[in-house]
């Protein structure tokens, strides 16, 4: 507690770029406070992302926790992407 990472992300893919590279202790640390939910859904506004990563069940190995989360997110950001081609070729 009290160590900053050095980290910042200002988007969901830097986001997941972070997540795969900073300490996992970070991410144990983080997720119990929900950080991670409410930044995603007070700043980035994605509510439905929020809800999906709030779900993550926290009683596992923070690298595991790590590797749910990524998940989530890259999942998520996938759909968003496929939607959006859908909707500019259709």
């Given at each position: 507690m009290g160590r900053y990472t050095g980290e910042t992300a200002t988007s969901m893919d830097?986001?997941?770029e972070?997540?795969?590279?900073?300490d996992a202790d970070s991410i144990g640390f983080h997720f119990p406070r929900?950080?991670?939910?409410?930044?995603?859904?007070?700043?980035?506004?994605?509510?439905?992302l929020?809800?999906?990563?709030?779900?993550?069940?926290?009683e596992q190995?923070?690298?595991d926790l790590?590797?749910?989360?990524?998940?989530?997110?890259?999942?998520?950001?996938?759909?968003l992407r496929n939607c959006a081609l859908q909707i500019l070729f259709d």
């Open positions: 830097s986001f997941v972070k997540l795969q590279v900073i929900k950080d991670f939910q409410n930044w995603i859904r007070d700043v980035i506004k994605d509510e439905e929020a809800e999906a990563i709030d779900r993550i069940k926290e190995s923070n690298e790590r590797k749910e989360v990524v998940k989530t997110i890259q999942t998520h950001l996938t759909e």
